[in-house]
Structures are given as C-alpha cells and as structure tokens.
C-alpha cells in the first residue's frame, strides 16, 4: 500500500531555461564555462556549513566581466524559474489521499528564495528535505532513508519521481517505486495505478 510520494523540486516543480545559456546570451559569457562553474561549484554547496555560494561564484563573474552583485545575481538566476501552477494543484489532491515530501539537492540561497517566492508550493506538502538542511545528498541513500525514518516509512510503501536517471536508480536500488519524471499527465497514469493496487 502506498503512503507517501517523494518528489525531486528542480525540473518538477521549477521549471527554467538553463542558466549557461542565459548568461551566454544576456552577458556574452561561453555557455560551457558556465557549465564548468555550476559542475565545480555545486556539490560544495549541497551540503551544511557550505560556504557562500556567491563567495564561489564571484571569481567567475569577475573573470567573465558579469557586474552583478549577490542580490542582482541570486535574483537574476532564480528569476528564470518560474513554478508550475498544475503539480501544486494536483499535490493538494494528492496529499488528500497520502503523505507528499520534497527531496532537493539544493543550497542556502535557492532555497530561501523558494520559500519566500512560492510559498504555495510548500503548504501543498507534508515536508521538504534540502541537502543543505540535512547534510544527506542524493544520490547517497541516507537521502531517502532519512525521509522513511523520520516518517516511519518503509520503502515499498513509498514512490519516488526524479529528472535524473541516477537518483531514480539509487531510490530503486533501496526498494522505492522510483520513476524517472516525464510529465505530469504520466506520473497521474502511474500513481493512479499503484494508488488502487
């Protein structure tokens, strides 16, 4: 019997424009350098006690002659976001019938701005777990273990949806129902029918 749906935020919930080829068209900086900051910056900054995330940013701005300073540039980044009105109205349906959880590798900065911005997203589910809150990042599975503790949860009881192939595994791998997400109109087919098995 299933009790709780697990949802991955960025690319769920957020959806935006890659950030590179903003800034590549906004600022002229080569979008693949900007690949290159996010893969080297990112994982510093999942976590807690993670230093400033603008801290690390700034060389690169510098270098690519970006004047922005940490509120220009936080706002110019979380800005291109915008959240889909369709998930939060169908997890507030959802949340009638099971528990819903958020589970984000996401970092300070992003994740106060999301609280202040969409509000809404958070009053439509249970709970959400940041890695820089909880010090547990996906793909390690104390990502999800620490949801099914915290919620006396056992993972069969439990679906999991993520953008990214390799989270989607490591869920499968510790006994969740995890899908890789493609759409909302999908993941209704698929949570319709293990709602009723």
């Given at each position: 019997?299933?009790?709780?749906?697990?949802?991955?935020?960025?690319?769920?919930?957020?959806e935006?424009?890659?950030?590179?080829?903003?800034?590549?068209?906004?600022?002229?900086?080569?979008a693949?350098?900007?690949?290159?900051?996010?893969k080297?910056?990112?994982?510093?900054?999942?976590?807690?006690?993670a230093?400033?995330?603008?801290?690390?940013?700034?060389?690169?701005?510098?270098?690519?002659?970006?004047s922005?300073?940490?509120?220009?540039?936080?706002?110019?980044?979380?800005?291109?976001?915008?959240?889909?009105?369709?998930?939060?109205?169908?997890?507030?349906?959802?949340?009638?019938?099971?528990?819903?959880?958020?589970?984000?590798?996401?970092?300070?900065?992003?994740?106060i701005?999301?609280?202040?911005?969409?509000?809404?997203?958070?009053?439509?589910?249970?709970?959400?777990?940041?890695?820089?809150?909880?010090?547990y990042?996906?793909?390690?599975?104390?990502?999800?273990?620490?949801?099914?503790?915290?919620?006396?949860?056992?993972?069969?009881?439990?679906?999991?949806?993520?953008?990214?192939?390799?989270?989607?595994?490591?869920?499968?791998?510790?006994?969740?129902?995890a899908?890789?997400?493609?759409?909302?109109?999908?993941?209704?087919?698929?949570?319709?029918?293990?709602?009723?098995?």
């Amino acid at each position: 019997m299933i009790k709780a749906v697990i949802f991955d935020v960025n690319g769920v919930f957020l959806e935006s424009g890659f950030l590179s080829n903003r800034l590549a068209k906004d600022f002229s900086v080569p979008a693949l350098e900007v690949v290159a900051a996010l893969k080297a910056i990112m994982p510093l900054v999942r976590r807690p006690e993670a230093p400033s995330c603008y801290q690390l940013w700034e060389p690169y701005l510098q270098r690519w002659n970006v004047s922005l300073d940490e509120k220009e540039f936080f706002d110019y980044w979380f800005s291109g976001e915008h959240l889909v009105p369709e998930m939060v109205r169908y997890t507030q349906q959802l949340r009638k019938k099971v528990n819903v959880f958020l589970l984000s590798n996401n970092f300070r900065e992003r994740t106060i701005y999301y609280r202040q911005q969409y509000p809404e997203l958070f009053a439509a589910v249970n709970k959400a777990y940041f890695s820089w809150e909880t010090g547990y990042v996906k793909p390690e599975e104390s990502a999800w273990k620490n949801i099914l503790t915290e919620n006396k949860l056992v993972p069969k009881q439990c679906v999991y949806f993520d953008n990214d192939e390799e989270n989607v595994a490591a869920a499968r791998g510790l006994g969740l129902h995890a899908e890789h997400w493609k759409g909302l109109k999908r993941a209704k087919g698929v949570l319709e029918k293990l709602l009723h098995e």
